[in-house]
Protein backbone atom coordinates (compact mmCIF):
# COMPACT_ATOMS: atom_id res chain seq x y z
CA UNK A 1 0.00 0.00 0.00
CA UNK A 2 1.09 3.08 -0.86
CA UNK A 3 0.11 6.85 -0.47
CA UNK A 4 0.67 9.79 -2.68
CA UNK A 5 -1.23 13.14 -3.30
CA UNK A 6 -1.13 15.99 -6.14
CA UNK A 7 -1.52 19.57 -5.74
CA UNK A 8 0.05 23.46 -6.56
CA UNK A 9 2.66 23.87 -4.77
CA UNK A 10 5.77 26.83 -3.84
CA UNK A 11 9.07 25.65 -4.17
CA UNK A 12 11.17 26.60 -1.18
CA UNK A 13 13.78 24.99 -0.51
CA UNK A 14 16.54 22.98 -2.63
CA UNK A 15 19.16 20.41 -1.26
CA UNK A 16 21.46 18.05 -3.39
CA UNK A 17 20.83 14.84 -2.30
CA UNK A 18 22.95 11.78 -3.44
CA UNK A 19 23.94 11.50 -7.47
CA UNK A 20 21.78 14.20 -8.94
CA UNK A 21 19.05 14.10 -6.56
CA UNK A 22 17.68 16.89 -4.64
CA UNK A 23 15.81 17.00 -1.43
CA UNK A 24 12.97 19.64 -2.32
CA UNK A 25 10.77 21.56 0.02
CA UNK A 26 7.35 22.94 -0.72
CA UNK A 27 4.55 25.00 0.19
CA UNK A 28 1.09 23.38 -0.29
CA UNK A 29 -2.51 24.40 0.90
CA UNK A 30 -3.41 21.07 2.09
CA UNK A 31 -0.34 19.56 3.39
CA UNK A 32 1.70 22.48 4.39
CA UNK A 33 5.49 22.46 4.25
CA UNK A 34 6.36 19.50 2.72
CA UNK A 35 9.56 17.83 1.59
CA UNK A 36 10.18 14.81 -1.06
CA UNK A 37 13.19 13.99 -3.21
CA UNK A 38 13.54 14.37 -6.58
CA UNK A 39 15.11 12.36 -9.05
CA UNK A 40 17.29 13.98 -11.07
CA UNK A 41 16.31 17.45 -9.16
CA UNK A 42 19.50 18.60 -9.09
CA UNK A 43 20.81 17.75 -13.03
CA UNK A 44 20.75 20.21 -15.34
CA UNK A 45 17.19 19.42 -17.34
CA UNK A 46 15.32 19.91 -14.07
CA UNK A 47 17.94 22.37 -12.40
CA UNK A 48 15.03 25.28 -13.68
CA UNK A 49 11.92 23.20 -11.94
CA UNK A 50 13.24 23.14 -8.56
CA UNK A 51 14.14 26.99 -7.96
CA UNK A 52 12.26 28.78 -4.52
CA UNK A 53 9.95 30.60 -5.45
CA UNK A 54 8.70 28.64 -8.61
CA UNK A 55 4.74 27.59 -8.56
CA UNK A 56 4.62 24.08 -9.98
CA UNK A 57 2.39 21.14 -9.69
CA UNK A 58 3.65 18.74 -7.67
CA UNK A 59 3.41 14.79 -7.09
CA UNK A 60 4.45 13.32 -3.98
CA UNK A 61 4.63 9.67 -3.17
CA UNK A 62 5.72 6.94 -0.72
CA UNK A 63 5.12 3.42 0.45
CA UNK A 64 4.75 5.22 4.31
CA UNK A 65 3.17 8.58 5.65
CA UNK A 66 5.98 9.10 7.84
CA UNK A 67 8.64 8.47 4.56
CA UNK A 68 10.50 10.80 2.58
CA UNK A 69 9.03 10.15 -0.43
CA UNK A 70 9.21 10.87 -4.30
CA UNK A 71 8.36 13.95 -5.55
CA UNK A 72 7.70 14.88 -9.09
CA UNK A 73 7.04 18.66 -10.72
CA UNK A 74 5.80 20.26 -13.44
CA UNK A 75 5.85 23.81 -13.95
CA UNK A 76 3.17 26.49 -13.73
CA UNK A 77 4.96 29.78 -13.28
CA UNK A 78 8.05 30.09 -13.44
CA UNK A 79 8.44 33.09 -10.93
CA UNK A 80 12.65 32.61 -10.16
CA UNK A 81 13.41 33.59 -13.41
CA UNK A 82 11.57 36.30 -13.81
CA UNK A 83 12.93 37.79 -10.70
CA UNK A 84 16.30 37.72 -11.68
CA UNK A 85 16.12 40.46 -13.04
CA UNK A 86 14.67 42.68 -10.24
CA UNK A 87 16.80 42.65 -7.09
CA UNK A 88 14.29 44.10 -4.87
CA UNK A 89 11.84 41.43 -6.56
CA UNK A 90 14.92 38.74 -6.05
CA UNK A 91 15.62 39.52 -2.84
CA UNK A 92 11.55 39.55 -1.60
CA UNK A 93 10.84 35.81 -3.27
CA UNK A 94 13.91 34.67 -1.49
CA UNK A 95 12.94 36.24 1.63
CA UNK A 96 9.41 34.90 1.82
CA UNK A 97 10.99 31.22 0.89
CA UNK A 98 13.19 30.99 3.21
CA UNK A 99 10.66 32.27 5.98
CA UNK A 100 7.89 29.63 5.21
CA UNK A 101 10.63 27.31 5.31
CA UNK A 102 12.18 27.54 8.44
CA UNK A 103 9.06 29.11 10.62
CA UNK A 104 6.20 26.96 9.36
CA UNK A 105 5.70 23.00 11.16
CA UNK A 106 6.55 20.80 8.74
CA UNK A 107 2.81 18.95 7.44
CA UNK A 108 1.45 21.46 9.13
CA UNK A 109 -1.52 22.99 6.68
CA UNK A 110 -1.27 26.71 6.84
CA UNK A 111 -3.74 27.62 4.03
CA UNK A 112 -3.74 31.46 4.81
CA UNK A 113 -0.10 31.64 4.75
CA UNK A 114 -0.08 29.45 1.70
CA UNK A 115 -2.52 31.69 -0.48
CA UNK A 116 -0.87 34.71 0.27
CA UNK A 117 2.64 33.49 -0.90
CA UNK A 118 1.20 32.49 -3.89
CA UNK A 119 -0.94 36.03 -4.37
CA UNK A 120 2.52 37.49 -3.69
CA UNK A 121 4.33 35.37 -6.45
CA UNK A 122 1.54 36.24 -9.03
CA UNK A 123 2.03 39.63 -8.81
CA UNK A 124 5.45 40.07 -8.59
CA UNK A 125 5.89 40.29 -12.22
CA UNK A 126 4.41 44.09 -11.96
CA UNK A 127 7.62 45.01 -9.74
CA UNK A 128 8.37 44.70 -5.90
CA UNK A 129 7.38 48.16 -5.09
CA UNK A 130 3.94 47.36 -5.98
CA UNK A 131 3.70 44.52 -2.80
CA UNK A 132 6.01 45.01 -0.43
CA UNK A 133 3.18 46.58 1.56
CA UNK A 134 1.34 42.75 0.87
CA UNK A 135 4.91 41.20 1.85
CA UNK A 136 5.00 42.66 4.88
CA UNK A 137 1.68 42.00 6.00
CA UNK A 138 2.03 38.21 4.86
CA UNK A 139 5.00 38.32 7.52
CA UNK A 140 2.38 39.67 10.46
CA UNK A 141 -0.03 36.68 8.53
CA UNK A 142 2.63 34.08 9.36
CA UNK A 143 3.15 35.45 12.85
CA UNK A 144 -0.66 35.00 13.40
CA UNK A 145 -0.72 31.11 11.94
CA UNK A 146 2.49 30.65 14.44
CA UNK A 147 0.01 32.19 17.37
CA UNK A 148 2.39 35.37 17.75
CA UNK A 149 0.02 37.97 16.07
CA UNK A 150 0.54 41.74 16.32
CA UNK A 151 -3.17 42.82 17.75
CA UNK A 152 -3.50 45.83 15.62
CA UNK A 153 -7.32 46.31 16.37
CA UNK A 154 -7.31 49.12 19.26
CA UNK A 155 -5.02 51.01 21.53
CA UNK A 156 -3.61 49.07 24.01
CA UNK A 157 -4.07 52.01 26.72
CA UNK A 158 -7.37 53.96 25.75
CA UNK A 159 -8.84 51.30 23.55
CA UNK A 160 -9.01 54.25 20.50
CA UNK A 161 -9.41 52.52 17.38
CA UNK A 162 -8.41 55.60 15.21
CA UNK A 163 -4.68 56.57 15.16
CA UNK A 164 -2.90 54.32 15.71
CA UNK A 165 1.18 54.98 15.15
CA UNK A 166 2.87 52.34 17.57
CA UNK A 167 2.60 48.78 18.60
CA UNK A 168 4.76 47.31 21.73
CA UNK A 169 7.74 45.57 21.16
CA UNK A 170 6.78 43.62 24.47
CA UNK A 171 3.56 42.62 23.87
CA UNK A 172 2.60 43.59 19.80
CA UNK A 173 -0.36 45.35 20.76
CA UNK A 174 -1.02 48.45 18.64
CA UNK A 175 -0.81 52.43 20.79
CA UNK A 176 -2.69 55.53 19.66
CA UNK A 177 -0.66 58.68 18.74
CA UNK A 178 -1.75 60.33 22.60
CA UNK A 179 -0.82 57.15 24.40
CA UNK A 180 2.34 56.41 22.67
CA UNK A 181 3.92 60.38 23.34
CA UNK A 182 5.43 59.47 26.90
CA UNK A 183 6.28 56.10 25.47
CA UNK A 184 8.09 56.62 22.11
CA UNK A 185 11.75 55.14 22.97
CA UNK A 186 10.41 52.22 23.85
CA UNK A 187 7.65 51.55 21.11
CA UNK A 188 8.33 50.56 17.43
CA UNK A 189 6.34 52.53 14.58
CA UNK A 190 3.42 51.32 12.97
CA UNK A 191 3.31 51.90 9.03
CA UNK A 192 -0.21 53.28 8.04
CA UNK A 193 -0.63 50.46 5.53
CA UNK A 194 -0.55 47.82 8.42
CA UNK A 195 -4.06 48.88 9.38
CA UNK A 196 -5.00 50.49 5.80
CA UNK A 197 -5.76 47.26 3.61
CA UNK A 198 -5.48 49.47 0.30
CA UNK A 199 -2.78 51.37 1.09
CA UNK A 200 0.46 50.57 -0.53
CA UNK A 201 3.14 53.00 1.61
CA UNK A 202 6.49 53.96 0.88
CA UNK A 203 9.70 52.73 1.17
CA UNK A 204 10.51 54.49 5.03
CA UNK A 205 6.51 52.46 5.72
CA UNK A 206 7.77 49.46 4.28
CA UNK A 207 11.03 49.71 6.23
CA UNK A 208 9.24 50.87 9.74
CA UNK A 209 6.60 47.38 8.30
CA UNK A 210 10.18 44.86 8.30
CA UNK A 211 11.38 46.30 11.54
CA UNK A 212 7.91 45.56 13.29
CA UNK A 213 7.69 42.16 11.86
CA UNK A 214 11.36 41.60 12.15
CA UNK A 215 11.10 41.99 15.83
CA UNK A 216 8.69 39.79 16.43
CA UNK A 217 10.24 37.19 14.00
CA UNK A 218 13.67 37.30 15.58
CA UNK A 219 12.20 37.16 19.18
CA UNK A 220 9.09 34.91 18.66
CA UNK A 221 9.17 32.56 15.58
CA UNK A 222 12.69 31.96 15.39
CA UNK A 223 13.69 33.26 19.11
CA UNK A 224 11.53 30.50 20.72
CA UNK A 225 12.96 27.30 19.09
CA UNK A 226 16.73 29.45 19.21
CA UNK A 227 17.28 29.72 15.55
CA UNK A 228 18.10 32.64 13.82
CA UNK A 229 16.30 34.74 10.96
CA UNK A 230 16.91 33.67 7.62
CA UNK A 231 20.08 35.64 5.97
CA UNK A 232 17.69 35.98 2.85
CA UNK A 233 15.29 37.96 5.04
CA UNK A 234 18.27 40.51 6.53
CA UNK A 235 19.10 40.95 2.73
CA UNK A 236 15.26 42.13 1.77
CA UNK A 237 15.53 44.28 4.89
CA UNK A 238 19.11 46.01 4.23
CA UNK A 239 17.97 46.52 0.64
CA UNK A 240 14.36 47.67 1.54
CA UNK A 241 16.52 50.53 4.35
CA UNK A 242 18.87 51.74 1.91
CA UNK A 243 15.83 52.32 -0.46
CA UNK A 244 14.37 54.24 2.08
CA UNK A 245 17.28 56.17 3.32
CA UNK A 246 18.37 57.20 -0.79
CA UNK A 247 14.63 58.67 -0.86
Known amino acids: MSVEW ?14 GGAVVTLLTEEHGRHAGLAKGGA ?9 PGNLIEARWFARLPDQLGAL ?11 AMEDPLALALLSS ?16 RAFRA ?29 LGYGLDLSACALTGATEGLT ?5 TGRAVCGAAAEAYLDR ?3 LPGFLTAGDDPGDAAAWDA ?11 DAFGARHRRVPEARHRLADRVAALAASV
Do not use: K, N
Not at 6 to 19: I, K, T
Not at 72 to 82: C, R
Not at 209 to 219: A, M, S, V
Open 96 to 111: ACAIAADALPEREPHP
Open 166 to 170: HVSPR
Open 209 to 219: GLRLTGHFLER
Open 187 to 189: LLP
Open 6 to 19: AAPAVVLEVRPHGE
Open 117 to 145: LVSLIGHLAGGAEGIMADYVRWEALVLTE
Open 43 to 51: SRAQAGLWL
Open 72 to 82: AGEMVHPAAAL
